[in-house]
């Protein structure tokens, strides 16, 4: 019988142990609130009634946990031993730094940690095309390829623990300060009146930055960084206007004027007349 024990039953959490449950296996379920588990034990789930228990259920063992510290906190609440010969699939974010230290940790107590990030929301799991950065031990990951491809497809990165949660990490940052954009920008709609759905379109149309992206990359990667297609101080004049109109249209600027200061600084290191990827090496001597 296929088995696998998942710790914490946050959103993610529930999505992963229901895409166990509806792949055939065995799940063993562990959450601090015990209550949420009433719905997968419904489903057939067993519930752990302690972490010990939880851990020694399986062999596999995913944690989706909010932070490490709170992983730490979990797995203190049971000895040692109960670590001997598992594997953690560690599918909570944090730093990479954070999931080196965990991987060694968890090596002087006999088990061994896959460390992930998952690159889809929750509705996500389980479903075409779905993705998941992993780093570690190739064959630890190998060796549960099949449990781990219920949840989402494997990018493999390395053996570095850091490398998975590094990549998580790099693209949180990309898709928050976007997202920011995008509600920062609907919010500009809204006190001019446009609603969120009729401005859509031109919404999607501009936050699709494939092309730039692709025009970009082997530029910076280059070190061409010269100001034939675009200029900071383009940059700068353009998002003073965007300022202005938050401003004169009652919402907060601090958003664009953020974006302003990163702007400015480049402008101020020079960069003036080169192209916005010179702002790369201003943001990386911040």
Request: glycine residues 10%; negative net charge.
């Amino acid at each position: 019988m296929k088995s696998v024990t998942v710790i914490g039953l946050g959103p993610m959490g529930l999505a992963m142990a229901g895409a166990y449950l509806d792949g055939g296996y065995e799940v063993t379920v562990w959450n601090r609130t015990p209550a949420k588990a009433d719905a997968l034990v419904a489903r057939g789930a067993r519930r752990a009634e302690s972490v010990e228990e939880a851990l020694t259920a399986n062999e596999l063992v995913v944690l989706s946990l909010i932070d490490y510290d709170a992983m730490d906190a979990v797995l203190a609440q049971a000895p040692d031993t109960a670590l001997a010969g598992r594997t953690l699939a560690n599918l909570t974010s944090d730093t990479p730094d954070r999931a080196r230290q965990a991987a060694a940790w968890l090596d002087e107590r006999g088990a061994v940690q896959i460390t992930g990030g998952v690159q889809v929301p929750p509705p996500g799991i389980g479903t075409p095309g779905a993705t998941s950065y992993y780093s570690g031990p190739e064959e630890a990951i190998e060796a549960h390829r099949p449990a781990l491809e219920v949840l989402t497809g494997i990018e493999y990165l390395g053996e570095d623990h850091g490398l998975a949660a590094l990549y998580y990490q790099i693209g949180m940052d990309m898709f928050w300060t976007a997202l920011s954009g995008y509600l920062h920008g609907q919010a500009l709609a809204e006190a001019n009146g446009i609603s969120a759905e009729d401005f859509l379109p031109h919404a999607v149309k501009t936050m699709d930055l494939r092309y730039f992206q692709e025009f970009y990359a082997p530029r910076i990667t280059a070190g061409d960084h010269e100001g034939t297609v675009d200029r900071i101080s383009m940059g700068v004049a353009s998002l003073e206007h965007v300022l202005h109109t938050a401003h004169a249209s009652g919402v907060d600027g601090s958003l664009p004027a953020a974006v302003l200061k990163v702007f400015r600084d480049g402008a101020a290191a020079g960069h003036g007349q080169d192209s916005l990827t010179s702002l790369i090496g201003v943001l990386k001597q911040s």
